[in-house]
Each structure stands twice: as C-alpha cells, then as structure tokens.
Nanobody, 126 residues
Framework: QVQLVESGGGLVQAGDSLRLSCATS????????MAWFRQAPGKEREFVAA????????KYADSVKGRFTISRDNAKNTVYLQMNSLKPEDTAVYSC???????????????????WGKGTLVTVSS
C-alpha cells in the first residue's frame, strides 16, 4: 500500500533552518506532483508548497515564498522541504501529500491529494 513517511522536524530557534523529508513507497513516485501542507495548533490546514512530477514547476504559499524550497529526488522516491529563516509562526505539523487529481497547480485546499503522511512537528521558538 502507499506510504508516506515524513522526517526532519524538531525544535529550533527563530532564524534557524530545517530540512524535511518525505519518503514514499507503494506508488510510481515520478508520476505525481507532490505537496507539503501544515497545520498549526487550533488552525486550519494550509498549503505550503508543491512541485510537479517533472521537477519543472513549483508553487509556494506567500507566507513561505523566498524562505522555503521544495525539491524532489525521483530516484529516491522522496520529496524535500528546505526551510530557512524560520519564524515562530511556522510552528506546525508538516505533512506531505500526493496529488492524485493531476491538475497543476494542486489546490491549496488539499482537494485532490489522494495520499497523506502523518506529519512531522516543527516547533520554532522566539
């Protein structure tokens, strides 16, 4: 079955960097766009970033543009999220998702994401 396992979260200070990874199995990874979402305590889930299957196009939420970079390694079936200049408002559980709907860019609502990981917690202290 399809599995997505995130890693790389942790407790950091404002201004620090983290690199999240999402290792996938059970699907033909190179055929799908991938995305990262996050959910802060007491808040709605929000879109963070997406990358198309060919690694040609990316899309970012305005709140992370210029600080976060999404990338993928199709040979390793893994998608990454490099997070720089972290802010306390970046504190959230970060989850990766597979776009099985196939429309670019993926919908920020998360509609069309057929598979989700359980997430990894990122905590940014001030």
């Amino acid at each position: 079955q399809v599995q997505l396992v995130e890693s790389g979260g942790g407790l950091v200070q404002a201004g620090d960097s983290l690199r999240l990874s999402c290792a996938t199995s059970g699907l033909t990874f190179r055929m799908y766009a991938m995305a990262w979402f996050r959910q802060a305590p007491g808040k709605e889930r929000e879109f963070v970033a997406a990358i198309d299957r060919r690694d040609d196009n990316t899309k970012y939420a305005d709140s992370v543009k210029g600080r976060f970079t999404i990338s993928r390694d199709n040979a390793k079936n893994t998608v990454y999220l490099q997070m720089n200049s972290l802010k306390p408002e970046d504190t959230a559980v970060y989850s990766c998702a597979v776009d099985t709907f196939g429309e670019w860019p993926p919908k920020a609502s998360g509609y069309g994401m057929g598979f989700w990981g359980k997430g990894t917690l990122v905590t940014v202290s001030s």
